[in-house]
């Protein structure tokens, strides 16, 4: 079911280099989610902002019982900008849970999770799933910099290996990233693999899931209008049984087998 709702502001901090964390106090019936849905956000309209569409966030966390939700967000435009100004107590309109969610296979043990910048929002559910289905679970976080690395505590706090890289260090280049992969594909240590966040990263695992047999899924990213599937904005192309198709992001997607995505 898709809900629109009032959430109100329990706390908004910064995160990490440029990235907020916004926590909401949200009526229960809008929190039956999946990791990898979102919910269209309208965001506050200031003097300096004036945001005409709703954005779509991905679900950072959830917490039906305790009627929590989080986004993880860069500000990066009139948007977020406007949402970077609430504050505690303020109140937000947002809609959802959308789109279609990760899928964790029964019989996959354990789970891989590559993901760069705020794509590492995007995934921190599925590690929160993983963990309540008992899942082995390694992440690898990527960043510019250990300044603009997010999530590594909040990972490990749910149980996964963390391992960091970054562009500063020298260890997130693809030939580096393609060692690790490979190294738990040698230890059974990759049943499934998921990413969100780049084209160099989406190749990459499907690189290693053609080589290896591993499937895998990807969440993309889209502009949005409706976020429901009427506007036809968020529409893009697919490999699909030796075609191309187009799907909608917001309606068929977010999340998408991985070996049918195609870069942009």
Known sequence: ???????????????????????????????????????????????????????????????????RLSFLYKVTGIGTAALSGLAEGDRLNVVGPLGNGFTIPPDARHLVLVARGVGLATLAPLAQEAQRLGRGLTAICSARSPDHLMSIDHFRRLGAEVIPVTDAEGTSDPAHLRRILGGLVEKGEMDMIYTCGSNRLLKLCQQIGQEAGIPGEIALEQQMAC??????????????????????????????DIQEAMEW
């Not at 109100?8 to 901090?13: G, L, N, Y």
């Not at 009427?230 to 198709?245: S, T």
């Open 1 to 67: 079911m898709i809900h629109e709702v009032v959430a109100t502001v329990v706390a908004h901090h910064d995160a990490a280099s440029g990235y907020k964390l916004l926590e909401l106090d949200v009526p229960r019936k809008a929190l039956d989610c999946r990791p990898g849905q979102f919910f269209h956000i309208l965001c506050p309209v200031d003097a300096q902002n004036q945001p005409f569409l709703r954005r779509p966030m991905s679900i950072y966390g959830y917490d039906r019982d305790a009627g």
């Open 227 to 256: 976020a429901i599937g009427m506007c036809q904005c968020c529409v893009r192309p697919f490999r699909r049984d030796g075609a191309v198709v187009q799907e909608r992001v917001c309606r068929e997607g977010p999340v998408f």
